[in-house]
Nanobody, 125 residues
Framework: QVTLLESGGGVVEAGGSLTLSCVAS????????AGWFRQVPGQEREFVAG????????LYSDSARGRFTISRNNSENVLFLEMSTLKPEDTAVYSC??????????????????WGRGTQVTVSS
């Protein structure tokens, strides 16, 4: 079991950058594949990026590819999402998630067992 806590959200102008962090406050994040998702009120949760337990393989949504980078530091029990060239449509609550999976990262939120509470990212135009 792992308990996740996100940080790093905030308000940024369009074109700006922001880095989100997800720390495992309990448990060992390195045992899990991990991912970032986002959600806008009234809409379904959307996959952003995923990464294998060892950090060797990552997967991105079409909207994130080329602008966002997912990474992890298992020795420090932390997951990152570096976001650049942000757009107003990136505004959402961003959540990290973990699943006990030693294969390729997955994009379906139902596959993830553990979730953080999320951090708000607002991109102003």
């Amino acid at each position: 079991q792992v308990t996740l806590l996100e940080s790093g959200g905030g308000v940024v102008e369009a074109g700006g950058s922001l880095t989100l962090s997800c720390v495992a406050s309990a448990g060992t994040l390195g045992f899990y594949a991990a991912g970032w998702f986002r959600q806008v009120p009234g809409q379904e949760r959307e996959f952003v990026a995923g990464i294998t337990w060892n950090g060797r393989i990552s997967l991105y949504s079409d909207s994130a590819r080329g602008r966002f980078t997912i990474s992890r530091n298992n020795s420090e029990n932390v997951l990152f999402l570096e976001m650049s060239t942000l757009k107003p449509e990136d505004t959402a609550v961003y959540s990290c998630a973990a699943e006990l999976n030693y294969g390729r990262p997955r994009s379906n939120p139902v596959d993830y067992e553990y979730w953080g509470r999320g951090t708000q990212v607002t991109v102003s135009s």
